[in-house]
């Protein structure tokens, strides 16, 4: 739902339906009821489903058949309610298989909703658009709960949840776990030069700025407070955390929002303090944020406009200071 920039993506497409089937007829009579309305995707085995459903763009519903040969279709939808990616996936499944026990196994494996064979082709054709509708408000609903209503990136709730999972996956794969914490300069005077609208204005266009360029898988863009904004980097050294820093830094810059108020330049401008660790069990996700934040107030004291990074805090190691050029 989200893109790597912290954006929500646009989830009014057709919808992506992917049904699974060992037999090619009926396959293709599914295929045939549903294809004018939805992109639809076919697999002829449990593992082929399974694969389709690690892809980037995933279903957005699945229609499974019970009996197949090799991974039949009550462990595939096992598999799918136990992964956090493809949980939220419905699946209905198409069986000819009508017992209470049938039945019971169905939803004791996390299906939605089951069509009996021979299939009623309105039936499913209702059965599809209900819980492709359902899903899509229940997507909207999150949406509603995780983005900042200003500026469209992800709110400081989701930030949390995203970075604790970001923390336990970098523990995991012991890889380095990066946080960029923005701040702009003197943003008190910009609104009381301004007025507030403009303010939001600017707001705006910075968080913009910020979130089009982490492009990275888990990579994240959230707004944390007021005119604060922070970034969340996996896998990614302090080099290339304070790299893509000094860009964005520079990228704000060039946007060229005239601040006649602030004291450090004529645009608008930020600081930034980055910090890295790989995490263990001795420290808590909280203390990244402090890195990040301590750093970020040595930027502000060191003249502002610039980007200050640390290891981390306990052999704490002030790698740089790197004021943004051109700012006057
Ligand atoms: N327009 C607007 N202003 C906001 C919003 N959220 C916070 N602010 C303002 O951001 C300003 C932050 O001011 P300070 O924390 O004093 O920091 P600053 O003036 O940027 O100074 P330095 O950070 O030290 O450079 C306050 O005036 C807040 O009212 C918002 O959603 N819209």
Same mark, same amino acid.
């Given at each position: 739902?989200?893109?790597? +920039?912290?954006?929500?993506?646009?989830?009014?497409?057709?919808?992506?339906v992917?049904i *699974?089937d060992?037999d090619?007829l009926n396959l293709n009579i599914l295929h045939h009821i549903l294809r004018d309305d939805y992109?639809v995707?076919? =697999?002829?085995?449990?593992? +082929?489903? &399974?694969?389709?459903?690690?892809?980037?763009?995933?279903?957005?519903l699945?229609l499974? /058949?019970?009996?197949?040969?090799? *991974?039949? $279709?009550?462990?595939?939808?096992?598999?799918?309610? #136990? !992964?956090?990616?493809?949980? /939220?996936?419905? *699946?209905i499944?198409i069986t000819s +298989?009508?017992?209470?026990? +049938?039945?019971?196994?169905?939803?004791?494996? $996390?299906?939605?909703d089951f069509i009996p064979k021979p299939v009623n082709h309105l039936t499913l054709k209702h059965r599809v658009r209900t819980h492709l509708?359902?899903?899509?408000? %229940?997507?909207? &609903?999150?949406?509603?709960?995780?983005?900042?209503?200003?500026?469209?990136?992800?709110?400081?709730?989701?930030?949390?949840?995203?970075?604790?999972?970001?923390?336990?996956?970098?523990?995991?794969?012991?890889?380095?776990? #990066?946080?960029?914490?923005? /701040?702009?300069?003197?943003?008190? #005077?910009? !609104?009381?030069?301004?007025?507030?609208?403009?303010?939001?204005?600017?707001?705006?266009?910075?968080?913009?700025?910020?979130?089009?360029?982490?492009?990275?898988?888990? /990579?994240?863009? %959230?707004?944390? $407070?007021?005119?604060?904004?922070?970034?969340?980097?996996?896998?990614?050294? &302090?080099?290339?955390?304070?790299?893509? =820093?000094?860009?964005?830094?520079?990228?704000?810059? =060039? &946007? !060229?929002?005239?601040?006649?108020? #602030?004291?450090?330049?004529?645009?608008?401008?930020?600081?930034?303090?980055?910090?890295?660790?790989?995490?263990?069990?001795?420290?808590?996700?909280?203390?990244?944020?402090?890195?990040?934040?301590?750093?970020?107030?040595? =930027?502000?004291?060191?003249?502002? %406009?610039?980007?200050?990074?640390?290891?981390?805090?306990?052999?704490?190691?002030?790698? !740089?200071?790197?004021?943004?050029?051109?700012?006057?």
């Amino acid at each position: 739902m989200y893109s790597s +920039q912290g954006y929500i993506q646009n989830t009014m497409h057709r919808g992506r339906v992917l049904i *699974v089937d060992d037999d090619p007829l009926n396959l293709n009579i599914l295929h045939h009821i549903l294809r004018d309305d939805y992109d639809v995707f076919m =697999a002829n085995n449990g593992k +082929q489903a &399974l694969s389709f459903c690690k892809k980037e763009e995933k279903p957005d519903l699945i229609l499974l /058949d019970v009996v197949m040969p090799g *991974v039949n $279709g009550l462990d595939v939808c096992k598999y799918l309610k #136990s !992964n956090e990616t493809t949980a /939220d996936i419905p *699946v209905i499944f198409i069986t000819s +298989q009508n017992t209470v026990e +049938q039945e019971n196994l169905c939803w004791i494996v $996390g299906c939605t909703d089951f069509i009996p064979k021979p299939v009623n082709h309105l039936t499913l054709k209702h059965r599809v658009r209900t819980h492709l509708m359902m899903k899509r408000q %229940a997507e909207l &609903l999150k949406k509603y709960a995780w983005v900042d209503g200003l500026t469209g990136v992800c709110n400081r709730r989701y930030f949390d949840d995203h970075f604790k999972k970001e923390w336990r996956r970098c523990m995991r794969s012991v890889a380095p776990l #990066s946080l960029i914490m923005f /701040d702009i300069d003197y943003f008190k #005077s910009y !609104n009381d030069t301004y007025g507030h609208l403009k303010g939001d204005t600017c707001l705006c266009r910075v968080a913009e700025t910020i979130a089009r360029r982490p492009q990275r898988a888990g /990579d994240l863009t %959230a707004r944390y $407070g007021g005119e604060e904004f922070a970034v969340i980097l996996p896998e990614t050294s &302090l080099q290339g955390a304070v790299f893509l =820093a000094q860009a964005i830094g520079e990228e704000v810059q =060039a &946007l !060229n929002i005239s601040h006649s108020s #602030s004291a450090v330049s004529k645009k608008v401008t930020l600081s930034a303090g980055v910090a890295t660790v790989i995490p263990d069990k001795s420290a808590q996700p909280a203390h990244l944020i402090q890195y990040a934040d301590a750093q970020l107030y040595r =930027a502000k004291r060191n003249g502002r %406009a610039q980007v200050c990074s640390a290891l981390n805090e306990r052999n704490f190691v002030y790698i !740089n200071s790197i004021p943004f050029t051109n700012h006057f």
